[in-house]
């Protein structure tokens, strides 16, 4: 077994100034450098409670195709409007039945609604049932 003294996600970006602006803000989320990292571009988000997501430069990156950050919200719908506003829009995914304004609703499960980052890298705004 694995004795981890800290554990964190993270992804990459081509640009840690842009993905900064988005995160901070566009979502309002606390995003900072890594300190002693400054110089590689390297940033945090934090989530609070300890918890962080590096968030690293990769000049050739190429956008996940899966989730990389899930923001839970008390009301779905509200943060929806409030993306919308930014000028951030809903994905659609085939398979999932959305309304209107890319919210899925599925059985007993979150109403969840996706969208990209400024590179590609898809997140979503949730909430839990």
Not at 37 to 50: A, F, R, S, V
Not at 64 to 92: C, K, P
Request: charged share 20%.
């Amino acid at each position: 077994m694995v004795t981890a003294t800290h554990v964190f996600g993270s992804f990459a970006v081509p640009d840690t100034a842009a993905a900064r602006e988005f995160y901070a803000g566009t979502l309002g989320l606390r995003v900072g450098p890594v300190a002693g990292m400054e110089e590689q571009g390297l940033i945090e988000i934090d989530l609070g409670e300890g918890r962080t997501i590096l968030v690293y430069p990769k000049p050739d990156h190429v956008p996940a195709v899966f989730t990389v950050l899930n923001l839970v919200v008390d009301d779905v719908e509200a943060a929806v409007d409030e993306l919308a506003d930014a000028g951030v829009e809903t994905m659609r995914y085939e398979g999932f039945e959305q309304d209107a304004r890319g919210i899925a609703r599925g059985d007993g499960g979150p109403a969840v609604a996706w969208f990209a980052d400024p590179f590609g890298n898809v997140c979503s705004v949730l909430q839990e049932t």
